[in-house]
């Protein structure tokens, strides 16, 4: 190794023995490109430059220093938090930081991780589900039309239904059959336009918020039935409209989603079962 007998670094380091950057990146493990980068930002600057062809020569007592980086980093500490460390802040205070932030990461990727499993099981379930063409028959219903702020409100506005049919007389039919139609053509976050029904024995005397009527037989509906949440339908109608497709059907009627167990009789979502029918008829 040639060494400018005038260079400062080299009188200070002549009795240190100096490595090429190829053979300190073998030792410890790391790339030339990697030392080149902790180079530029003022990392780990190597001891003596050979003015004559560039080549960088480290020393061995830099190794711990090039350890403690690479630690660093692998705790996920950026190039100006290091910078920082190495000015001398406060490095217990930057690792506290540093584990908040870990810890608010794995919490992150905690809901992450159980929203994939919700969905592979949301569709594990969808498979299973066989979509069926069948006959609604004609059906006698008390209703009540509203608009909706929310498809929350169903929740709220199902039990006040309840109460008035309760007050009327009603005899609702056995097996029960509650559903909500959907009165209005797309998808909508607000002022939803739903007609809630329930099957009811015979007709009442209108009140000033339920009326009743007859709903006619569908000769066809495309139905299948879903498990689990009301918020993951969007998987089950998916599959339904699919097989409406493929099959050269055609919606011909307002969608029904018919709740068979819910809140009032399971405590756990998963156990929730319900009834999408869609009205159709061949495509022409």
């Known amino acids: 190794m040639k060494m400018n007998e005038s260079h400062k670094a080299c009188e200070v380091q002549e009795q240190t023995v100096l490595y090429k950057i190829g053979m300190f990146a073998n030792m410890n493990r790391v790339t030339i490109k990697t030392l080149r980068y902790y180079d530029e930002q003022n990392l780990l600057k190597p001891v003596y430059v050979d003015e004559e062809n560039g080549y960088r020569y480290y020393a061995g007592g830099q190794i711990a220093e090039l350890h403690r ?7 996920g500490f950026s190039i100006d938090d290091i910078q920082k460390i190495i000015s001398g802040e406060d490095e217990k205070k930057l690792l506290l ?12 990727l905690t ?7 919700s969905y592979l099981n949301r569709e594990e379930v969808a498979l299973t589900m066989p979509v069926l063409i069948k006959k609604l028959p004609e059906v006698t219903v008390c209703s009540m039309e509203m608009k909706l702020e929310s498809y929350d409100a169903l929740f709220y506005k199902m039990p006040e239904m309840g109460e008035e049919m309760e007050k009327l007389g009603c005899i609702c039919t056995e097996p029960g059959y509650c559903f909500t139609h959907y009165l209005e053509q797309g998808y909508k976050e607000e002022e939803i336009l739903v007609e809630i029904c329930e099957a009811v024995t015979e007709k009442k005397a209108a009140s000033d918020s339920v009326q009743f009527k007859v709903l ?18 969007a998987s089950s109608y998916a599959k339904l409209l699919q097989f409406i497709e493929e099959n050269d059907y055609e919606i011909c009627g307002n969608i029904r989603e018919s709740y068979i167990d819910g809140v009032w009789n399971k405590e ?17």
């Open 268 to 284: 756990s979502e998963e156990e929730w079962l319900s009834e999408i029918q869609i009205p159709v008829c061949k495509r022409k």
């Open 216 to 233: 006619p037989e569908v000769s066809e509906a495309a139905c299948i039935f879903h498990k689990g949440s009301y918020n993951s339908f």
């Open 69 to 75: 980086l690479l630690a660093l980093r692998g705790m």
């Open 111 to 117: 809901a992450k991780l159980a929203e994939v499993e």
């Open 97 to 108: 930081e540093r584990k908040q932030q870990i810890l608010k990461d794995i919490a992150s």
